[in-house]
């Protein structure tokens, strides 16, 4: 081989090789491009939009009526319902979703699925805030073990159907904020979690009201249902 035939099989070699690199180049960039339009398309500016707006109205209104039926002086942002646990499973939650909608996009495009989702996020808001309006000043974010002398037990309105309508009420919303992002797995966490901790915080709270109202309580339970599926 002379020098000319290696140098044009050397420059040869790097055009093929540039050529490659410029395809592949824009092959990613075509791909990152339309996952970024699904990423910020309309259905994750939906389905996130009507997440924050649930979040949102959630926590905010709680915070109003604890003030508006408590006052505002014996109200602490604890009403506002927020710990770090549950950030820590929100974050799971949007976590969950983004990876979902950029590695398996076509998941969250079930918008029957989604709007039943939606259903649920407003008719738990309905149910809790219901318990929440019909109970007035016994209803607290803190569970009472100390009787007091306007603590009266509630059984009219909601409280004649479950006991714990506001248990239900943010079961069924926290249930319904998955299902509407589409989120299989954190549907049966969030469900699995929350009934975990409604299991052990509705005896224990019961225990008390068993105490305060004797056997008026204990026949309004035997009577109606907890409210939280599977729990007595």
């Known amino acids: 081989m002379n020098y000319r035939e290696e140098i044009g099989n050397k420059y040869g070699s790097n055009y093929r090789f540039d050529a490659l690199s410029l395809r592949i180049s824009h092959r990613f960039r075509s791909i990152l491009q339309t996952k970024m339009a699904e990423i910020f398309g309309y259905t994750a500016c939906r389905q996130l939009s009507q997440m924050f707006v649930a979040i949102a109205f959630f926590h905010s209104s709680e915070y109003v009526l604890a003030v508006a039926i408590h006052g505002k002086i014996t109200v602490a942002l604890s009403s506002l319902l927020i710990s770090k646990q549950y950030l820590l499973a929100m974050g799971c939650s949007l976590l969950e979703y983004m ?43 803190i569970i009472r073990i100390h009787h007091e002398d306007h603590h009266e037990l509630v059984t009219h309105g909601i409280y004649r159907f479950v006991r714990h309508p506001g248990y239900c009420g943010f079961f069924v919303w926290a249930t319904g904020t998955q299902i509407m992002l589409c989120n299989p797995l954190c549907t049966v966490l969030f469900m699995l979690v929350i009934w975990r901790f409604f299991s052990t915080r509705i005896p224990y709270e019961e225990h008390f009201l068993k105490q305060f109202f004797g056997s008026q309580y204990e026949e309004y339970a035997q009577q109606v249902p907890s409210g939280v599926p599977f729990v007595k």
């Open 99 to 141: 990876l979902e909608i950029f590695l398996f996009p076509g998941l969250k495009e079930f918008w029957w699925i989604s709007n039943i989702g939606l259903a649920l996020v407003i008719i738990g808001e309905i149910i809790r805030k219901t318990a929440i309006l019909t109970a007035g000043n016994a209803f607290t974010h």
